[in-house]
């Protein structure tokens, strides 16, 4: 018999609010139609995986693990809008409240953020991380003092104090309490755990939360190798703050590793100096090493929670983001295989049905979709994580705009890297085309994530560049796209070049200007994403998710 996991649909935990937005002028009345169009941005995907591979002690820690994430819905939700509970107790309308669900509040994660619960105002930029009230140079002002550390944290709300001064809250305070839980689940899991690397891992991860010091329980995870149980889980990525991209949003996935495509991975971690080596630049800008400790492993989702739940879902994680951890041990990039097989079925082969040449569909190809995404993650561990114009890390130098450009950096980077890696015959007998139909296919699949995105900006520069290189081209007649091999090629260098110089640089200015020219979509390229939606074609994916009975069967 075999055991495999079922899922339910999410339901977010409950949160206390701060106070309330969803107020003033904002979103018209919702419509069926408007409801109905929105939700049918997505389309629904059970997670499913193997769990005979796991042992009885495994097993068990699974509902723990399950547990202890669904405490970062709530945190997610007070982050991100307020009280949960407050907002939905208002609507009666089913669609309406599925679609609050999948978005954590009133704004459309895959329309730029547009309100669409009555009465919700505009979404803050700063979400909850911040006061409504404060401007930028409020808080420039206040963080280039005493208080500069604690203000600009990862791990701080921003508050006013009696005084009505900017003062600084650390998570661990604030959501005392629920991260109590959450530890205390990992301490559970901890105690079943056979691997030692990962029992040592949830233990510190579970310390971690109490007191936001994840840097530990970082380095604690880049030295587990043998797990087959795995589990993202704290305050992490910083899309959310979309003010200065300082503040890390809870998120949580739940993993088990397929072993077996995790040894195809393996090699090309060792690989990763000498690809920075590589890399078109001048010497300055690759002048970091990247740790080779890297680890490349595929795996099976069962659990998405917070952040990371949130509009459009993640296919690949690439970790520990602190920039002290990546120098010494690199990152670990993990392939959501089952998350990934689900994309590229119901999105991306029917996009490329509708804007790929005919004569290049056949180049569309799950293993080169893998490849595209696996190199996207690796490539976010090379460039340089220091400018060398003392404005500090790349992250505190582009501020908002740090997010897109990573993100855009490692989407050339990645098909740089495959370039050279079949050049160099470590991808065997596959022909390079497939990775090259199948990038621009996905361009399109995440322009359509909106511009309130990293990644949906980080395509749109990257479709405009390629534009302006000649790097594809469009056939009138039939409204289809065809790559331009050696034009493509020749953009991905000046592209790669372009951005890791920027961000070298720190040039916040520099970069302000290329999302301002490039990060827009032209009405001919919205002409034809809007075909996409009236082929009915899906932007992005639910998750049916969640712990079921054994089957019997």
């Excluded at 280039?144 to 998570?171: I, M």
């Excluded at 689940?185 to 690397?197: I, N, Q, T």
């Excluded at 992490?236 to 949580?252: C, R, S």
Aim: charged residues 30%; glycine residues 8%; proline residues 4%.
């Amino acid at each position: 018999m075999t055991r495999r996991l079922a899922c339910s649909m999410l339901v977010a935990g409950a949160g206390l609010c701060f106070s309330s937005w969803n107020c003033g002028s904002g979103a018209p009345p919702a419509t069926d139609t408007d409801m109905a169009a929105r939700l049918a941005k997505y389309t629904s995907f059970r997670l499913e995986s193997d769990l005979s591979v796991l042992t009885e002690n495994e097993r068990k820690m699974l509902p723990l693990l399950i547990e202890a994430s669904d405490v970062m819905n709530g945190l997610f939700w007070r982050q991100s809008y307020g009280d949960r509970e407050a907002l939905l107790g208002q609507i009666e309308d089913a669609d309406l409240r599925r679609l609050v669900e999948i978005n954590y509040g009133p704004w459309d994660r895959l329309a730029g953020d547009e309100p669409f619960v009555p009465g919700a105002g505009p979404k803050p930029p700063g979400a909850r991380f911040y006061p409504e009230d404060m401007t930028k140079e409020e808080f420039e002002a206040a963080a280039s003092g005493d208080q500069a550390d604690t203000l600009r944290s990862l791990y701080t709300f921003v508050r006013r104090d009696e005084n009505g001064s900017l003062a600084a809250e650390p998570y661990h305070e604030v959501f005392a309490s629920e991260l109590a839980t959450a530890a205390g689940k990992l301490r559970e899991a901890a105690a079943l755990a056979d691997d030692p690397g990962l029992k040592k891992y949830l233990e510190l991860r579970a310390e971690a939360l109490v007191t936001d010091d994840y840097q530990p329980s970082d380095l604690a995870w880049m030295d587990m190798k043998d797990n087959t149980v795995d589990v993202v889980i704290g305050a992490i990525e910083t899309y959310e703050d979309a003010l200065f991209g300082y503040k890390a949003a809870y998120e949580a996935y739940v993993l088990i590793k397929d072993k077996e495509w995790s040894g195809r991975l393996s090699r090309y971690a060792s690989m990763l100096p000498a690809l920075q080596r590589g890399l078109p630049v001048p010497d300055e800008y690759k002048q970091e090493t990247p740790g080779s400790d890297s680890d490349l492993n595929a795996y099976d989702v069962i659990y998405y929670a917070g952040d990371c739940n949130a509009g459009a879902k993640t296919i690949a994680i690439n970790l520990p983001n602190d920039e002290e951890v990546q120098l010494q041990k690199g990152t670990r990039r993990l392939q959501l295989k089952n998350a990934m097989r689900a994309k590229f079925e119901k999105i991306l082969i029917p996009i490329g049905d509708v804007l790929i040449a005919e004569s290049q569909r056949r180049f569309i190809d799950f293993d080169a979709f893998f490849e595209n995404t696996m190199f996207h993650e690796v490539a976010h561990g090379l460039g340089i994580k220091n400018t060398l114009t003392g404005k500090g890390t790349v992250r505190e130098a582009l501020k908002d705009k740090a997010s897109a450009l990573e993100e855009g950096k490692a989407d050339i980077l990645g098909l740089y890297m495959v370039t050279k890696l079949h050049e160099q015959g470590e991808l065997e007998d596959a022909d390079l085309l497939d990775n090259y139909v199948t990038f621009l296919a996905g361009i399109f699949r995440s322009i359509r994530f909106g511009a309130s995105s990293a990644h949906g900006v980080a395509n749109l520069l990257r479709f405009n560049f390629f534009a302006k290189a000649g790097a594809f081209s469009r056939d009138e007649e039939t409204g289809t796209y065809r790559v331009e091999m050696e034009k493509m090629q020749e953009a991905v260098d000046e592209l790669s070049k372009k951005i890791l110089t920027l961000q070298g640089d720190g040039d916040y200015e520099g970069v302000t200007r290329f999302v301002g020219e490039m990060g827009k979509i032209g009405e001919g390229l919205q002409r034809d994403l809007d075909r996409l939606s009236t082929a009915g074609i899906p932007v992005d994916v639910v998750f049916e998710q969640g712990l079921a009975a054994p089957d019997e069967s």
